[in-house]
């Protein structure tokens, strides 16, 4: 049982390039999340899906986009990637729409905008 | 906004001492409250979590505590080992899907 699974797990990009950051979960969980990890700063949501077909902002969407290909998978992309977005990014997903369920994290995505 | 202070920012133990780690939350709905464990070049890995109807919880050597009417919530490790050494985090969470994170304590055990 992998759980939630991300990839790449290391990416270098030059200001200005896109990518998109993919991410899975195999414990068939209806919500899913993005966030990112800066030093001293803890975790910051990103972008959410509660359940398959919808997506909403969380504290810090600028400059991403994200898409609910199906239950299992939810991707981050940037489309113009800044220096400012320099940090790691975990996948997290949580079994059900009761706000009171744990999330589940993947080990990352560790990228660096030059 | 809503806010989640943990302090300390680090906390240097020896082995077999008790830990604890203290967070301030700012939103009054706030009603789940877990705890997460980083090691390094992992994802949290979640270790404990209240729900706001309770006011203690324990899990063999790790414990936590609410006191809602003063918004704190603390960790507390009993025996620490060496294998205990990570990043914990805290966290706050209001119906809803959003969680709001406190900044981390790195926690070292010396054996």
């Known amino acids: 049982n992998a759980g939630v699974t991300q990839t790449p797990k290391f990416q270098v990009l030059k200001t200005g390039q896109s990518m998109t950051l993919q991410c899975a979960q195999d414990?068939?969980?209806?919500?899913m999340y993005w966030y990112r990890q800066d030093p001293g700063m803890g975790l910051r949501l990103i972008y959410y899906s509660a359940s398959e077909g919808t997506t909403d902002k969380g504290e810090v969407p600028n400059g991403y986009n994200v898409s609910r290909l199906n239950k299992r998978e939810f991707s981050l992309r940037l489309e113009s990637a800044a220096p400012s977005q320099t940090s790691v990014y975990f996948c997290?997903?949580?079994?059900?729409?009761?706000?009171?369920?744990?999330?589940?994290f993947g080990d990352g995505t560790r990228l660096s905008i030059l | 906004g809503e806010n989640v202070e943990q302090h300390p920012s680090t906390l240097s133990v020896q082995e077999g001492d008790s830990a604890v780690i203290k967070c301030t939350y700012s939103d009054s709905a706030s009603n789940y409250f877990p705890w997460y464990k980083q090691e390094l070049g992992k994802g949290p890995q979640l270790i404990i979590d209240?729900?706001?109807?309770?006011g203690e919880k324990k899990d063999q050597r790790i414990a936590v505590t609410l006191n809602k009417t003063a918004k704190h919530f603390s960790l507390h490790i009993t025996e620490t080992q060496p294998e205990d050494s990570a990043v914990y985090f805290c966290?706050?969470?209001?119906?809803?899907?959003?969680?709001?994170f406190g900044a981390g304590t790195r926690l070292f055990v010396k054996a």
């Open positions: 414990m068939n969980h209806n919500s």
């Open positions: 997290a997903s949580s079994e059900g729409r009761a706000w009171n369920q744990p999330q589940h």
């Open positions: 209240i729900r706001s109807n309770v």
């Open positions: 966290a706050a969470r209001a119906e809803g899907f959003k969680t709001i």
